[in-house]
C-alpha cells in the first residue's frame, strides 16, 4: 500500500493568504459582523440588503408588515420572515403578453399608444 503524505507546506501557504486578506481587511476598516443569532438580523442589515431607508423600515414595523424584536434600541428580524414577505409580494409578469400582445397596464394591443 502506498502512502500519501500531507503537503503541510500548503497549509502554511493558506495561513499566510488568509492573515494577508486579514491585515488588508483591517487596513480598509472593514470588521466583521458578529452574528447574534441564527436566523436573526438586525435592522442595519435588513436596509443594506432590501435598499430601504430607516423610515420605510420604520414604517414597515408601523403597519405590521414585518415582525420584529427590540433590545434596548435596536431591532431584529427574522430571517424567514423575511424571505416570506418578498415571496408573497412576488409579482410575475407574463412575458409573451408584454413582447407584442395585450399589455395589461394599459389595456391596449401591443402595449403603444
Not at 60 to 76: N, S
Not at 91 to 99: G, H, S, T
Amino acid at each position: 500500500m502506498k502512502q500519501e503524505y500531507f503537503p503541510w507546506y500548503r497549509l502554511e501557504q493558506l495561513r499566510n493568504e488568509l492573515a494577508g486578506m486579514a491585515r488588508l481587511l483591517e487596513r480598509a476598516g472593514v470588521k466583521p459582523a458578529i452574528p447574534v443569532a441564527e436566523g436573526w438580523v438586525d435592522g442595519q442589515e435588513v436596509m443594506n440588503a432590501l435598499h430601504i431607508s430607516a423610515r420605510t423600515l420604520s414604517d414597515l414595523r408601523a403597519k405590521r408588515v414585518i415582525g420584529y424584536t427590540r433590545l434596548g434600541r435596536k431591532f431584529y428580524y427574522k430571517c424567514k420572515e423575511i424571505d416570506d414577505i418578498l415571496q408573497d409580494n412576488y409579482v410575475m409578469y407574463n412575458l409573451k403578453q408584454r413582447k407584442g400582445g395585450t399589455d395589461p397596464a394599459d389595456g391596449e394591443e401591443g402595449g403603444r399608444s
